[in-house]
């Protein structure tokens, strides 16, 4: 039969079937082929229509030829009735001279231009069929074997186009599901390495919105966390204005109904279904949302929402729904830690100061108190003897005993804050408290400070070093009865890395590790993001940390190193 078709046909249709075959957007690829059944056959207006999943009528219809007034003036588009449905009966090749006189014809509505030759072809994929062309108003006259050879061929191209077609968008469908099962596994895996990793609390909240965000395309993620009766905006990611405290009651929302039921909800029309307006949660023109609880071990904390799917604030799906109520698992995990570690902080430094009250006290007790309460007995003593040589007597030694106090005063205040740390530096610091440990306890200090001075080490980290080489000279003072303290302090590698080692009796470790002195040495070193390490064996203790410098010392100390004079250069 392709003899029938002239060359002219046949380059059409290759360069038809060439381009309709590489083109993946349905829509496209139909409004291609319908224009080239047109330009194939002369007819004067061509339809395609597509079969519904039963094959039983036409689910979509497509025409040209037809401008928008004739398509208002026909009305509703046809369902596959008539002759259009003798193709879906016998899907076969049908050629009419006259499309009103088929027995099957219905005629034509109101409004609907004269159509007189009709052809129609059927198109199928891999063998069945799909959906129907059809062509009306051949100009010149009816349809020829030749018109209907090229429409055949022309649908031929079509089926294997639009299976094409379908094909790539089912695959693409499932990449895009691929790619956000992946999205989603690395946000979950996001939270859990911050479970592990990352135990401040407001660090956590921050990266669980961002990446739950991320996740499900959202304008807007809210964390909600339960106080008492209330919900309390704990973080926010995305476009909005978290202003202050926000918080909502439990009772009468649906956050708070979420929570308790433990069930998500999706909701489509924020304005008419959300119990408390999306302004109080700062998301203000929300359209759609997605309500996740938190809860962990059955124990409600809290819940997720996310605010308008990008782009068009679309309505989330069930996909959506799925993704983020296994993420909140995660998140959930890692609010409870975060939580966990943040109370124990809390109570490890209301411990830790309340036992350095007690220190205080002590201290205070046992020289000063003690002392003045002997300087009174003296005196009391001299006034009843009433001679001039007993009142002399007394008020020299009240005296010598003011000046010891003194002392003893001036050096309590120092430990709680060294003037030379803030005015002449660590170094001098450092100097002045190992010549009172020398004074007072007798102890034999070996002192080597190696700090370059261009190194600005920064007051808080100038803090650090010094509170934990005072603590542990004042623990060797008091428990090792030691004759000989090694202290060093050096700057290298980009940290100050410090030691104090003495020659003392040694102690338990594990049974000193909740002592004041350990704990305070402890929260110093970790708030500077650095180690400590704590050994005591064979009658030496050695007290040793590594801590991190700032940025700007680290250049200073690669300058300084740097210009330092080489050996055998």
Request: glycine share 8%; hydrophobic share 45%.
């Amino acid at each position: 039969m392709t003899e029938k078709l002239n060359s002219e046909r046949l380059r059409t249709l290759i360069d038809v079937g060439g381009f309709i075959v590489s083109e993946l957007d349905l829509d496209t690829l139909l409004r291609r082929v319908l224009d080239a059944a047109l330009e194939l056959t002369g007819a004067r207006y061509a339809a395609l229509g597509v079969l519904n999943a039963e094959r039983s009528e036409l689910e979509r219809f497509m025409t040209a030829g037809i401008d928008e007034d004739a398509q208002r003036r026909i009305g509703e588009l046809p369902h596959g009735r008539g002759v259009l449905g003798v193709l879906i009966d016998d899907p076969k090749p049908l050629r009419l001279k006259r499309v009103g006189g088929h027995p099957a014809s219905y005629g034509f509505p109101m409004g609907h231009p004269p159509m007189e030759s009709f052809l129609g072809v059927p198109v199928f994929i891999s063998g069945e069929a799909w959906g129907n062309l059809y062509l009306t108003e051949k100009e010149g006259g009816e349809f020829d074997e030749a018109d209907e050879e090229a429409i055949v061929v022309l649908a031929r191209w079509a089926g294997i186009a639009v299976e094409n077609a379908r094909l790539y968008h089912d695959i693409e469908n499932q990449r895009v599901e691929l790619e956000r099962a992946v999205a989603g596994l690395r946000a979950t895996q996001a939270v859990a390495l911050a479970v592990g990793a990352e135990v401040d609390l407001e660090r956590s909240l921050e990266l669980i919105v961002k990446r739950g965000r991320a996740l499900v395309e959202a304008r807007t993620v809210v964390i909600m966390l339960l106080q008492g009766d209330e919900l309390v905006v704990a973080a926010m990611a995305g476009h909005g204005a978290s202003s202050g405290d926000l918080r909502i009651p439990v009772d009468g929302s649906t956050s708070g109904q979420v929570m308790l039921r433990g069930r998500s909800e999706r909701i489509d029309e924020v304005a008419s279904r959300l119990l408390i307006s999306a302004d109080k949660l700062g998301v203000p023109d929300a359209h759609s949302a997605l309500i996740v609880p938190l809860a962990y071990r059955d124990e409600p904390l809290g819940v997720l929402l996310a605010f308008d799917r990008t782009p068009g604030a679309q309505p989330f799906t069930d996909e959506d729904e799925r993704a983020l109520k296994a993420f909140a698992a995660s998140a959930a995990t890692a609010v409870v830690i975060a939580q966990s570690v943040e109370k124990q902080r809390l109570r490890d430094t209301l411990a830790a100061s309340e036992q350095e009250r007690r220190r205080w006290a002590r201290e205070l007790h046992d020289e000063t108190l003690q002392a003045l309460g002997g300087l009174r007995v003296l005196l009391s003593s001299a006034r009843r003897v009433g001679t001039l040589d007993a009142l002399v007597g007394a008020t020299g030694q009240a005296l010598e005993q003011i000046e010891q106090e003194i002392t003893n005063l001036r050096a309590i205040i120092t430990e709680l804050r060294p003037a030379a740390l803030d005015e002449l530096g660590l170094a001098a610091a450092l100097d002045a408290l190992f010549e009172r440990h020398r004074a007072v306890n007798d102890l034999d200090i070996n002192a080597e400070i190696e700090i370059p001075d261009a190194v600005e080490i920064g007051g808080e980290l100038e803090a650090t070093v010094y509170r934990v080489i005072q603590e542990a000279l004042t623990n060797i003072a008091k428990h090792a009865r030691a004759k000989h303290v090694n202290v060093t302090v050096q700057a290298e590698d980009g940290r100050i890395s410090l030691a104090v080692i003495d020659d003392g009796r040694g102690f338990a470790v594990d049974q000193r590790a909740q002592g004041f002195g350990v704990i305070g040495m402890q929260e110093r070193v970790a708030v500077s993001g650095g180690e400590l390490s704590i050994k005591s064996a064979g009658g030496r203790t050695a007290v040793r940390a590594w801590l991190p410098l700032a940025q700007r010392a680290r250049a200073s100390l690669a300058s300084s190193a740097a210009s330092r004079p080489r050996l055998n250069a």
